[in-house]
């Protein structure tokens, strides 16, 4: 339960920095210290929100009632990778475990192939933003072939449920894109019995 009460407390802190209705720029410099602070440790991620799959895997572990913000658990497979896609809202992705990279995307002003630009390599603890207006579309892969990576993404909406789009990246055509999210059941943050006890 340790680990639960430090995602307890990074999701409270969130929701303060969205009742001070925080722009853009706040999340993604002070979300992203939170969010630094919550992946320093790899203890508290449920078993069940670190399960690889046939595709890669997009676990929600909380959204705001309001869908003012969302937090999800990302996990590749050995060399998954996800479709060329945007967001439309900010984010913040953060390496738990494992390594991954994240190539950006430019359409082709000249129509054809989509045209790669900025590429990170993320490590464990590291964070990076997503801006709808900088840096909106990208593709994502695990860096490894032969383990799984954890990164833990936040979004400044229930990102399940925008509306977005993936990219053919022969053509650069766009795609009416809806993710959703693999489980049913969030964690229980809420059991604080032990701690009571303790
Ligand atoms: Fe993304």
């Not at 399960?51 to 890669?56: F, I, K, Q, R």
């Not at 913000?69 to 439309?88: A, D, L, M, Y």
């Not at 994240?102 to 390599?121: C, F, H, I, K, Y």
Request: aromatic letters at 8%; one cysteine or more.
């Amino acid at each position: 339960m340790s680990g639960l009460i430090r995602l307890r407390g990074f999701i409270q802190a969130m929701t303060r920095l969205a009742d001070a209705e925080a722009d853009e720029r706040r999340w993604l410099t002070e979300g992203a210290e939170l969010l630094q602070g919550l992946i320093a440790q790899d203890d508290w991620l449920p078993e069940a929100m670190a399960e690889a799959g046939p595709t890669y895997r997009q676990y929600l572990l909380h959204c705001d009632p309001a869908e003012r913000f969302c937090v999800v658990s990302f996990v590749w497979g050995p060399g998954q990778r996800t479709p060329i896609h945007n967001h439309t809202v900010w984010g913040l992705v953060g390496m738990l475990r494992g390594e991954e990279v994240s190539t950006e995307m430019q359409p082709n002003p000249a129509g054809g192939p989509m045209l790669p630009g900025r590429v990170d390599r993320l490590r464990p603890g590291e964070v990076v933003p997503v801006s709808a207006d900088t840096y909106d579309i990208h593709v994502v892969e695990n860096a490894f072939a032969d383990r799984t990576s954890i990164s833990i993404h936040c979004y400044g909406g229930n990102i399940g449920a925008v509306a977005r789009s993936v990219f053919d990246p022969a053509t650069g055509e766009q795609r009416r894109f809806i993710s959703g999210y693999h489980n049913t059941a969030l964690p229980n943050l809420w059991d604080r019995s032990r701690e009571l006890a303790a």
